[in-house]
């Protein structure tokens, strides 16, 4: 995905009142491989949100990223009411509330996905916890 793809994505989610408001910009990084995101991914503040575009294939290896704050988890599924459809999750150390909650959703079939991450303490109430 190129950045010119990026910055549309972006100014339409702006324009439709689903991202953050320019104060509160949020970063976009993408990772050409795992190590490049795992290190991208630990060096990100967690003061505010995140996006991250990588492959896909990473999720369903059960992989774990370890960062100075704790260890995520990638996970994967479909879900039973939404068929053609996989979510991702990177999944925050537990009781860390300064960490990522990762989340992402993507048609099945395609290589690369993003992944939204908002710091735990900003995460909706009713935010289904793993």
Known sequence: MTSR????ACAIALSLGLAAPAAAQTAVTQAKDFDAFSKAFCAAPRD???????????FGE????DCSDGTYTLR????SDDP??????????SGV???FDCDG?????????????????SEAPQHKKT
């Open 84 to 93: 053609g459809h996989i979510v991702m999750n990177v999944d925050p150390p």
């Open 48 to 58: 505010g949100g995140h996006i991250f575009v990588l492959p896909v294939k990473y």
């Open 105 to 121: 959703k993507a048609d099945i079939g395609l290589a690369m996905v993003a992944v939204n991450c908002i710091p735990v303490s």
């Open 76 to 79: 994967a599924s479909e879900p």
């Open 5 to 8: 793809y990026l910055n549309a």
């Open 97 to 99: 509330t300064s960490a």
């Open 62 to 65: 059960g992989r774990t990223v």
